[in-house]
């Protein structure tokens, strides 16, 4: 077995592991997702909600993951073999190979629409003067365009492939290493232009001053789904990731700077959007899942220097979708070589030819009136229905599932032996374990069961 871990390759320290696990984590979910259901939601109120979500039962079940992967090293399914043998434990990590393949399949499809508004904003279509129909109607028209939807998809998924066939540390780290400056630097720079424009303070308001009356049930069940997507946990990303970490590295001090770093750029991409929006007469921030392809290109075409400002936060996008694409991809490419012993290059071109065929569905559902954009009886669009049954049921099924196996099979004080490794002391082993026996369990449970409802 020693011989086979050295053959899965490593990162070469805590510090890498933690700017790898972060782009995973930080990615459409933050700057595209996190905005509008903010937005839908309330504001400030909905935020806080999340950030506790984030801290408490996201943390914890990202140490799980963690912890499951580095005791194992192995990819999930074969992570849950080791850790079980001869339990039927290991359909869970086959159904999390599933899951990632899945959303990997509609992700890379708003992905690709990131990539063609950085290439709308590089040729400075939103420079000139946009009404509301304008935008709608470009947005429309762009979506629909099925040719260029297909070839936006194409070079995305093909550029997430030839990193994730490089290996895990000439290829993932490399560019993950490289590309997280970049979007730190454009995060940095566009939170300081908008929060300083004219009539900022309207958006920062509504961003960070909570009015509790706007909070249902469903606004925390969204809070909860959010957080875990932000986080990647809940489908074995993060038990990949961790099971190439070194046992000298702390996985608590790991967890904490990726939840924060996370939170962080999910905050400041609110700093960026609200103040922007609000600056604009007119502007509403409860658009929903447009919000950043149809609100935000009409404020640019207002703004001074609406233009860069637009490319910037566009490519900013591109970069925290790839980081996030190449963990998807490494969840599948993992399995293929740990479990089915093929090499990572072949594994990683079939998996990316795959994608390809089952994200067709998902692209013609944008937009064109066809069978996929309004599936019979669901009258909902193809990339709307996988992203419920696997973006959000996959995901908390996912999330209960590992808890009750590291509360109950495999055990919290394996999990924590494994924590303390070389010696480390886990200082709130008990609160954790009790967040993870009880806590999770029951929430996640009564969660699934009223959304049912
Ligand atoms: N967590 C990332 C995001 O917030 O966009 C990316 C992501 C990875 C989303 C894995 C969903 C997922 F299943």
Sequence with gaps: MDNDLNKRGSWSSKFTFILVASGSAIG????????????????????????????TIGLALLLAETSIGRAAKGAPVCAFKRLKPNSGWHLLGVAGVITCTVILSYYTVIAGWTL??????????????????????????FSSNTGLIILLFFIFIFITVLIVAKGVSKGIEKTVKSLMPILLLILIYLVIKSVSAKGASEGLNFFLKPDFSKVTWDTVLLAITQAFFSLSVGIGIMLTYGSYLSKKESLVSAGFWIVSLDTIVALMAGLIIFPTLFAVPGMVPTEGPPLVFIVLPLVF??????????????????????????????????????????????????????????????????????????????????????????????????????????GYVWGTNSAINEIEKCGRIFKLKRIWS????????????????????
């Design 434 to 453: 009790f967040v993870i026996k009880w806590i999770m369990p029951l929430l996640l449970s009564v969660i699934l069961i009223a959304s049912f409802i």
């Design 301 to 406: 075409s207002k703004i001074a220097g609406g233009a860069i400002f637009g490319f910037l936060f566009f490519l900013l996008l591109v970069v925290a979708a790839l980081t996030s694409t190449i963990s998807l991809l490494e969840v599948v490419v993992a399995y293929c070589v740990d479990t089915r012993k093929w090499a990572r290059k072949k594994a990683a071109y079939i998996v990316g030819l795959f994608i390809i065929f089952i994200g067709i569905p998902s692209i013609l559902s944008q937009g064109g009136s066809n069978f996929f954009s309004s599936l019979p009886v669901i009258k909902k669009p193809f990339l709307d229905v996988v992203d419920l049954i696997f973006g959000t049921y996959g995901y908390m099924f996912g999330a209960l599932l590992i808890t009750i196996f590291v």
């Design 116 to 141: 063609g508004y950085s290439f709308k904003a590089l040729k400075g279509d939103f420079s000139k003067s946009l009404t509301t129909e304008m935008v709608k109607g470009m947005f429309a028209s």
């Design 28 to 55: 459409l979910g933050n700057i595209w997702r996190f905005p509008y259901l903010t937005g839908m939601n309330g504001g400030a109120a909905f935020v806080l909600i999340y950030l506790s979500a984030v801290f």
